[in-house]
């Protein structure tokens, strides 16, 4: 839903700045608002705005300094991690340790194995990074602290090789070059994985899509879902039942008071579609189930805090909160 | 248990700084089901230098996670030592190191 809205606001910044260039150009009466969005970016680029001037390959080069994980953006060089300890301790280890291990607060390096599952993990070098790119691109980009992109490229090879032989990555006898750099597994690199789960529960569309003025956006218990203007109605019809019946108002008063905590159980509120919880509170009669929700009970304030709503709003959502464990 | 050490000679004088990576488990700590989780800590951790033990520490459980120590003691530049630690379950890790 966020999403759209920056896109929104991407389109229009682009639609803003295209207009001179349109008017100017092409001579032609309709403006840029007439052109369907979807149109405008996939047009080519002009070639010049008439401001500013063509970087040059050396410009950017000065700005292009990443490092991906397969070793592209690394310039020629090498490092051994003995040159690296030498230069690490004169360098680094007033704040990082001489093994790594954090003087103070400052960040650990090394250690930390096995503890991502705990209730405080060590997040090193070692124990939690994918890949070792970002150990150069990072020294390369920011370190030392007090003079960052001070250090000769080789120096960033032989800290670099350094900090891997203090994960025990590499040996003590190992030199890091820039064509045995992609060699490197780091130990936690098979635990990143690609977030699988859907941005929204909608499916993507890719040809003969909806008109997307028609499309309006429906709060649902779980998700917010966009659907056609002309199927709103029947969809929160289905969402009813006989006993409840949800509208967008009482939707919304449950998404924006009440879900917080009834969603996941904060301070022992009872979730939404889990009897369990509500099997202690369903042994009341109803009207104390109104009254604990309408002036509040331990964790739970008055209204939910929500003071503005009527009194047969909350019991509205009660209404809907009882029906989502079938109790009437 | 795996021990780094890194030692400097300045004026005669050697800095050694040792860490040791090492649980040091108390025996009192309990893990999420409630059971003990067994003692494991370091006892002994030495220093040989030309045949003689100028460190010699016994610890307890009053120590740290992975402890760091650091020593001086008087030597040469390029000669060797050695440093020793056993833990109460017996296992035991050893280092010889040259004087930088």
């Not at chain 1, 010049?48 to 390959?57: R, T, V, Y």
């Not at chain 1, 879900?259 to 579609?273: N, Q």
């Amino acid at each position: 839903m966020n999403k759209n809205k920056y896109l929104a606001i991407i389109i229009s910044s682009l639609l803003f700045a295209c207009q001179p260039y349109e008017k100017a150009e092409k001579d032609s009466e309709s403006s840029a608002e007439s052109v369907p969005t979807g149109t405008l970016i996939q047009k080519d680029m002009p070639k010049s705005f008439q401001m500013g001037d063509h970087a040059a390959q050396e410009v950017i080069a000065g700005w292009d300094i990443d490092i991906r994980p397969d070793g592209m953006g690394l310039p020629p060089g090498s490092g051994s991690v003995e040159d690296g300890e030498e230069m690490y301790e004169e360098k680094c280890a007033s704040c990082h340790g001489s093994f790594g291990e954090g003087e103070g607060s400052w960040p650990k390096l090394a250690g930390g194995e096995g503890t991502l599952t705990d209730a405080r993990p060590t997040k090193s070098v070692g124990s939690y990074w994918p890949y070792a790119s970002t150990l150069w691109d990072y020294i390369h980009r920011a370190m030392p602290f007090p003079a960052p992109q001070s250090l000769e490229d080789d120096e960033v090879y032989a800290i670099t090789a350094y900090v891997l032989y203090l994960n025990e990555i590499v040996e003590d006898d190992f030199v890091l070059t820039k064509e045995n750099f992609a060699t490197i597994k780091m130990p936690n690199q098979d635990s990143f994985y690609v977030d699988d789960r859907p941005d929204t529960s909608n499916t993507r569309c890719m040809e003969n899509c909806r008109d997307a003025t028609t499309i309006t956006e429906v709060l649902g218990p779980e998700y917010t879902v966009h659907i056609l203007e002309a199927e709103a109605e029947a969809k929160l019809k289905a969402l009813s039942s006989n006993e409840v019946k949800i509208d967008e108002t009482m939707l919304a008063n449950y998404n924006g008071a009440c879900k917080v905590c009834h969603s996941v159980g904060i301070a022992g509120a009872p979730k939404y579609g889990v009897s369990e919880d509500w099997t202690s509170r369903l042994a009341q009669s109803k009207d104390t189930i109104y009254n604990n929700a309408l002036s509040g009970l331990n964790g739970m304030p008055a209204k939910g805090g929500r003071s503005d709503l009527s009194d047969d709003a909350v019991k509205a959502v009660v209404d809907y909160m009882l029906n989502s464990v079938n109790a009437k | 248990m795996k021990i780094r050490v890194k030692a400097k000679e300045k004026n005669g004088i050697v800095a050694a700084k040792l860490l040791i990576k090492h649980p040091m488990e108390t025996g009192r700590r309990k893990d999420k089901d409630g059971n003990l989780i067994p003692s494991k800590h370091l006892t002994t951790v030495t220093l040989d230098y030309k045949g003689e033990t100028v460190f010699d520490a016994h610890m307890g459980t009053g120590v740290s996670k992975d402890p760091y120590i650091s020593i001086s003691f008087t030597g040469v530049k390029g000669e060797s030592f050695e440093v020793n630690a056993a833990d109460n379950t017996g296992e035991t890790a050893k280092k010889t190191v040259k004087i930088k």
